[in-house]
């Protein structure tokens, strides 16, 4: 650590840097709320009135002061080294991504703050996704804006493709829209998986403010979006296996696996294959019909009687 009173700290206190150290005093919280003191050698007692490790374990651990500690999760202006973090990473058991967001968060030179703005994919991106049906297929930015999609991904989710190009946002369709536009099964467990990986992203661009903006105006609309981002949990993209309801209300799995676009590491394509042969039989189905009447007409003579939004309020 290169300065040991708070008040003593160089450069000015710019807006961007108080909410940098706000977001990773509540980041150090939540983490230290989520460690049980068995899981580090520690006697559980009885009079332990929060859940996780109290401030002091984690500074003993840690091998730093109590004080010192204290301050970094109250926000104060203090520069923690490296090796500190590293410590504070391994007491609070951080995986690669959540340690590489603590780096981010305390301002730490080697880790990057802020990312290029993201800019549309080159035309030929659009070819390649038509070229995959009927395999779903889409182009995502780090932000989950939809920047192209083809014809496969519109008769997976309709809805969505239905928004003006700009308002293309999956997050903001999955916690803003109507029951019957919602596509996932598992609405819950994918959601909050989708919420920790913006929450990764956010950590290098928290000086921008389309991103702050966005994740602003999003809280506001949805109280459900604004508990999972005080979570300050935290993700990195992985293939993953997901169920979606078709505007019938019948049941589809497919494997989600991202490919990064070389024009912008943020942005990625994400492709959807088939878990099985009635999901492959059912999305051709789906393909044949949005050719034959559009995505609007799929949704209105689609009866979606599945639950996509049933386990959550909000």
Do not use: C
């Not at 959540?98 to 070819?127: F, I, K, M, N, W």
């Not at 024009?263 to 039989?281: H, S």
């Amino acid at each position: 650590m290169t300065s040991l009173d708070p008040r003593t700290a160089p450069g000015p206190d710019t807006g961007g840097e108080a909410r940098r150290r706000s977001e990773l005093g509540a980041f150090l919280r939540r983490r230290r709320e989520r460690v049980g003191p068995a899981e580090v050698g520690l006697p559980e007692g009885t009079r332990r009135r929060t859940p996780g490790l109290r401030r002091e374990e984690v500074a003993q651990l840690s091998g730093i002061g109590v004080a010192w500690y204290t301050w970094l999760e109250q926000g104060r202006r203090i520069n923690p080294s490296v090796q500190v973090l590293d410590a504070i990473a391994r007491t609070l058991k951080l995986d690669r991504t959540e340690r590489d967001h603590l780096y981010r968060l305390a301002g730490v030179p080697s880790v990057p703050l802020d990312a290029p703005a993201t800019v549309p994919g080159p035309p030929g991106q659009q070819a390649i996704l038509d070229a995959l049906t009927p395999l779903p297929a889409t182009l995502v930015t780090a932000r989950y804006d939809v920047l192209a999609y083809n014809e496969a991904y519109a008769a997976l989710d309709p809805g969505l493709t239905l928004l003006p190009p700009g308002d293309r946002n999956v997050l903001w369709h999955l916690f803003t829209a109507e029951e019957r536009l919602q596509p996932l099964v598992e609405w819950e467990r994918e959601v909050s998986f989708m919420v920790a990986q913006l929450r990764a992203e956010f950590g290098y661009r928290m000086r921008d403010a389309t991103w702050t903006g966005f994740v602003g105006r999003l809280s506001e609309a949805s109280p459900r979006f604004a508990e999972m981002w005080a979570r300050h949990e935290v993700a990195a993209p992985a293939a993953r296996v997901k169920s979606f309801w078709t505007v019938d209300g019948e049941r589809l799995g497919l494997r989600a696996t991202g490919f990064a676009a070389t024009a912008d590491p943020g942005t990625r394509m994400w492709v959807y294959t088939p878990e099985d042969a009635d999901t492959e039989r059912l999305l051709g189905e789906l393909v044949g019909r949005l050719r034959s009447s559009g995505p609007a007409a799929l949704l209105e003579r689609g009866a979606r009687s599945g639950g996509g939004r049933q386990d959550r309020a909000g």
